[in-house]
């Protein structure tokens, strides 16, 4: 156990809907980076915050969007979703942002 | 340039054998190089890095190569086990220490599968 925790695990969604996916980082780390596992992608980075400000951007694209809390855990807000939306997503955390990086657990979305 | 080409995209070998997994880059700025390991329905887990003034790291049974000249580094595990069997991602990343920033550049991953 990473001590990450996704949720919700596995979601089941329509074209054109909305989601939202979230993470709680380790208890101390200031650093949230996402991720997105698909079979014809591979694992490639979206984006990342520290300590509730945006760092990094990846191969986001424009209808996702990720915030940070006060409280450090992030959601990553999927719209307008498309059948090729349908991934994993993974939160990592990481202390300060240039260290080890611990992946959660993932969240399976399906889009139908 | 940001491209991790990872081979082979999947490995048996026999328990007791060396499982060995290879990856390529070709941005030298890259600093840090992990292997994660995943096993299905978990996150990727880190295993061992390395940076680039090392040629060689070791934990246990898995052994980090790093050949900086040809851009290469590579995974050993020595004595695999039927437990290592998972999927390994190599990777690599610049860090921004002034951005507090080291996104992953991960290669497409290798199936490794060891046989009792």
């Known amino acids: 156990d990473s001590g990450v925790t996704q949720t919700p695990k596995h979601l089941i969604t329509a074209t054109g809907q909305r989601v939202t996916l979230r993470c709680s980082p380790r208890?101390?780390?200031?650093?949230v980076y996402w991720y997105q596992q698909s079979l014809d992608q591979g694992l490639q980075f979206l984006i990342q915050?520290?300590?509730?400000?945006?760092?990094a951007k990846g191969n986001i694209l424009e209808r996702f969007s990720a915030q940070q809390f006060p409280d450090l855990h992030s959601e990553l807000n999927l719209s307008s979703l498309e059948l090729g939306d349908s991934a994993l997503y993974f939160c990592?955390?990481?202390?300060?942002?240039?260290?080890?990086?611990?992946f959660g657990p993932g969240t399976r979305l399906t889009v139908l | 340039q940001q491209q991790v080409k990872q081979s082979p995209q999947s490995l048996i070998v026999q328990k007791g054998g060396i499982s060995i997994i290879n990856c390529a880059y070709e941005?030298?700025?890259?600093?840090?190089f992990p292997w994660y390991q995943q096993f299905p329905g978990k996150g990727p887990a880190l295993l061992i890095a390395?940076?680039?003034?090392?040629s060689e790291k070791k934990e246990g049974r898995f052994t980090i190569s790093f050949n900086k000249s040809a851009k290469q580094f590579s995974l050993h595990i020595m004595d695999s086990q039927p437990g290592d069997s998972a999927t390994y991602f190599c990777?690599?990343?610049?860090?921004?220490?002034?951005?507090?920033?080291?996104?992953?550049?991960f290669g497409t991953g290798t199936l490794l599968a060891v046989q009792p």
């Open positions: 990592a955390s990481s202390v300060q942002g240039l260290d080890t990086q611990y």
């Open positions: 208890s101390g780390d200031l650093s």
């Open positions: 915050y520290y300590n509730g400000e945006e760092r």
């Open positions: 941005n030298t700025a890259f600093d840090y």
């Open positions: 390395i940076r680039p003034d090392v």
């Open positions: 990777a690599a990343s610049i860090g921004d220490y002034g951005g507090a920033t080291n996104k992953l550049i």
